[in-house]
Structure formats: structure tokens, C-alpha cells
């Protein structure tokens, strides 16, 4: 086998585990719910967006950081990290507990998800770049299939079964890596701003407080007001640290291009949609229909397996025509996935006929949607900065996630009725639109901009070129 699949496989082994843990985690909050009993909606919730938000926030760092001290030795660490912290989860005595543990895989998922792409392009001409890309867009939609099927059965044992499951998969990856993965870097004096990514933390903690209280507390509520307050204080200070920063989380060379720009915040609103869906679906077939989990994970399935088998033919379409173009296309597939939902669904449980075909549209869009974003962003980095630049492109991804989490539950409440989900199918339709219409901004092929150069060092002088160990 030639050595760029064998790298493929290590890859995308980590990238699978660190996919997988969303979706599983999603079909195991009923019995989360029953397990700790008087935990409500909204505190279960941070089960979710402790992930999120740390994975968010440290991405940037965390790929800064690969890039600069090595890819594999950050892929490395993430991947134990993250398998030590899934134990942590699978003995949690509390949810607070659980919570805590549910951060640091988050830290480790940073660490790894960038490098992983890094590792994996140079291994590519830049002609044939879409083919690995392809393919990794297709795991998470592999991940994504398998999580809620693969969730549902783990479940019948327990809830603590959907963190063990990572163990063996995490160990796997981190010993065929270290013989198999070599060493990329790109030396760099400039240290990470880790303060800037505590601060990004502490500022998306706070909105999505914000938002997961807003309807309990009251919008007009000082407690509210004061932390959309800090929001946009913590928002300011890291904006400010961004741009005076010597190595800052985000580089703004990368926000001042256009297509690097707009596929990013088209990644934030598209996931903000799908995040949203996700949980939904899941709270609809088991609360509104009563289904089992496992049977609510396979009905799940098809959506993400649909998304899974279209990823590669999507990203060959979109260097075709534009991953402008093509992302475009599937967000308004996706979109209509939540109009046949919300024209189709009610509290009579017709599978074939009323959920199913809102899940197979879905799960096409998202197939032809996510490898169009990372192709987007792909095509704009120069090789020093590529897992930096997909960091940040995943950023956006996390943060739509904790969004579309939160405000989700804002939404939602108590759900009683079918009626109630209603806006939950809403708030899809309206953040998928939105990502469309960014994308739409990109256009073909043609209007793909070079490559971004690696900025020069301090002293003017441009960056070493590759290092290959």
C-alpha cells in the first residue's frame, strides 16, 4: 500500500473518533436524563457544548501550534488526550463531572482535528487535493451515520458504553501513528496567544449562557443583559489581541481574503443548522414519538449514511464548478429537508412517509455542503499554513454547533406536542439558507483566489519552507 493511503487511514481514524463522539453523545441524552434524574434540558445541554466550546476555542491555538512544533506530535497528544478524557466520561459519577471531562476531549479534539488534515494534504499534489479532502469530509459523514445506530445499541447497556467505545479507536490510532505518521513543521519563534483562546472560551461561554437562559430568566433580565455585556467585551478584547497579538489565534492576512472569509462564516451558520437538527431529531423520535433509542438512532442513520456516500462526489464537483457553487446547492437541500419536516411531520408517527425523505434531502445537502466548505478554505493556504487555516474554518464549525445547541434549547423548552418542534425546523431551514447565500458570494472556480502566502517572520524575513521528519 502506498504510504499517502497508509497515512490516509491513521488520519482519518482520529477524525472518525472525534466525529463519532458528537453523534453518539446526541442519541444517548434520554438516558442521561433518566440516569440523573432532575437534571433539566438546559444542564444536560452542557454536556454538548463543553465540547463545543473548548474544541472551538483552542483550534486556532492548537493548529498554530502543529504547525509550528510539529503535526504529528499535536495529532499524538490530541488523540491520547482525547482517549484518556473519554475513560474520564465513562466512570463520570455527576453531570458536572461528566461536563468537566466533556472539556478536555474537547482540548484533545483541537489538538488532533487540524493536524489530522495537515498531516494529510502534503501527502497529495495540489491537483489531486480534492480526493482527501473528499474523503475526510466523508468520514465525519461516516461518523455521523454510525453514531446514532452504533449510540442507540451501546445504549441498551448504558449511556458510560458511548465514551468506552472511543478507547479502543483512540489506542489504535495513536500506535499506528507513531510509526507510520513522519513529522511536519514549519519553524516558528512566534509563540501561540493561549490567552487569546481563554478569552474566546470564556466569551462563547458566556453568549451561550445567554441564550440557554434568555427564555427563563427573561431577555430583559440585568443577569442577561450583563452577560451579553461581557460577551461583547471578551468579543472586543479578543478582537484586540488579534490584531496587535505577534502570533494571534486568528492571523488577519487570512480574514482579509474574501474566500477564506465567507467560507468560514458559511461553515458557522451551516453548522449552527445542523447542530440544531441533529438534537432535535433525536429529542422528536424519542419525546413526541416515544421510539426507543436504538430505533431513533436507526432512523437517524439514513441522512448521515446519504451524507457520507455523496462527499467524494461532491468535492469532485466542487473543483469542477466551484465549491461555491456546490455548497450552495446542498444548503438549500438541506433546507428543504426542514420545509418537508415542518409541512409533514405531526404527532402520528409516520416514519416512511413524513421523516424519512426530510432526512435522506438533508443528508444529500450535507454531503454535497461540508467538503465544498473545506474545499473553499483549502484552496487559499499555502502549504505553512494549512492546518492553521483549517483551524480556523473548524472554529467556525464549533461555534455555529454551540449556537445552534443553544438556541435550540432556547426554542424549544419543554417540548410537549409536535407543534413545538416547529421552530426547531425553522431555525434550520433560516441558518442553512444564510450559508447558502454566503457561499453564493464565492461563485466558480474562477473566482478562487491564490493561495495565501505564510506571513514573514519579525525580522521580514520569509518562513522556512517545509520540514518533513
Not at 33 to 44: M, V, Y
Amino acid at each position: 500500500m502506498e504510504r499517502r493511503w497508509r497515512v490516509l487511514i491513521v488520519v482519518v481514524a482520529g477524525v472518525f473518533m472525534a466525529g463519532l463522539d458528537v453523534f453518539i453523545v446526541n442519541i444517548a441524552f434520554p438516558q442521561l436524563h433518566t440516569d440523573f434524574p432532575g437534571t433539566s434540558l438546559r444542564s444536560l445541554s452542557w454536556v454538548l457544548n463543553s465540547y463545543t466550546i473548548v474544541f472551538a476555542a483552542f483550534l486556532i491555538t492548537a493548529g498554530r501550534w502543529s504547525d509550528t512544533f510539529g503535526r504529528k506530535r499535536s495529532y499524538l497528544l490530541g488523540t491520547g488526550l482525547f482517549v484518556t478524557a473519554s475513560a474520564a466520561c465513562a466512570i463520570a459519577p455527576s453531570i458536572p463531572f461528566l461536563v468537566a471531562a466533556r472539556a478536555v476531549q474537547g482540548l484533545g479534539a483541537a489538538l488532533l482535528m487540524p493536524a489530522s488534515l495537515g498531516l494529510l494534504l502534503p501527502e497529495f499534489p495540489p491537483d489531486k487535493r480534492h480526493i482527501p479532502i473528499g474523503i475526510w469530509a466523508a468520514v465525519g459523514g461516516i461518523a455521523a451515520a454510525a453514531g446514532p445506530p452504533l449510540g442507540g445499541l451501546l445504549v441498551q447497556i448504558s449511556w458510560r458504553w458511548v465514551f468506552i467505545v472511543n478507547v479502543p479507536v483512540g489506542l489504535a490510532s495513536l500506535i499506528a501513528g507513531w510509526y507510520i505518521l513522519r513529522e511536519v513543521r514549519h519553524p516558528d519563534a512566534s509563540r501561540p496567544d493561549f490567552l487569546g483562546a481563554g478569552l474566546l472560551t470564556a466569551a462563547m461561554a458566556t453568549l451561550v449562557v445567554a441564550i440557554i437562559q434568555g427564555t427563563t430568566w427573561g431577555w430583559a433580565n440585568p443577569r442577561i443583559l450583563g452577560l451579553l455585556a461581557l460577551t461583547a467585551l471578551l468579543i472586543a478584547l479578543v478582537g484586540r489581541r488579534i490584531a496587535t497579538h505577534p502570533s494571534p489565534i486568528v492571523e488577519p492576512a487570512l480574514l482579509k481574503v474574501r474566500t477564506f472569509s465567507l467560507a468560514t462564516t458559511a461553515s458557522l451558520l451551516f453548522f449552527m443548522a445542523f447542530a440544531a437538527m441533529l438534537l432535535a431529531s433525536v429529542l422528536f423520535l424519542t419525546g413526541i414519538w416515544h421510539e426507543p433509542i436504538l430505533t431513533a438512532g436507526l432512523e437517524i442513520f439514513p441522512g448521515p449514511a446519504m451524507a457520507a456516500a455523496t462527499a467524494v462526489p461532491g468535492a469532485r464537483l466542487g473543483a469542477r464548478f466551484g465549491p461555491g457553487r456546490v455548497g450552495a446547492v446542498g444548503a438549500v437541500l438541506f433546507a428543504l429537508g426542514g420545509v418537508w419536516w415542518v409541512t409533514h411531520l405531526t404527532g402520528a408517527p409516520h416514519y416512511a412517509a413524513d421523516f424519512l425523505p426530510g432526512m435522506m434531502i438533508g443528508g444529500l445537502g450535507v454531503g454535497l455542503m461540508i467538503p465544498s466548505l473545506t474545499g473553499a478554505v483549502a484552496s487559499t493556504l499555502a502549504p505553512a499554513r494549512l492546518a492553521t487555516g483549517i483551524a480556523v474554518q473548524t472554529t467556525g464549525r464549533q461555534i455555529g454547533s454551540a449556537l445552534g445547541f443553544a438556541i435550540l434549547v432556547a426554542v424549544l423548552g419543554t417540548p410537549h406536542t409536535a407543534g413545538d418542534f416547529k421552530a426547531a425546523w425553522e431555525l434550520m431551514i433560516a441558518a442553512s439558507l444564510l450559508a447558502g447565500a454566503t457561499l453564493v458570494a464565492i461563485g466558480g472556480p474562477s473566482r478562487v483566489p491564490a493561495p495565501v502566502p505564510a506571513p514573514a517572520s519579525s525580522d521580514g524575513v520569509a518562513p522556512p519552507r517545509e520540514v518533513l521528519i
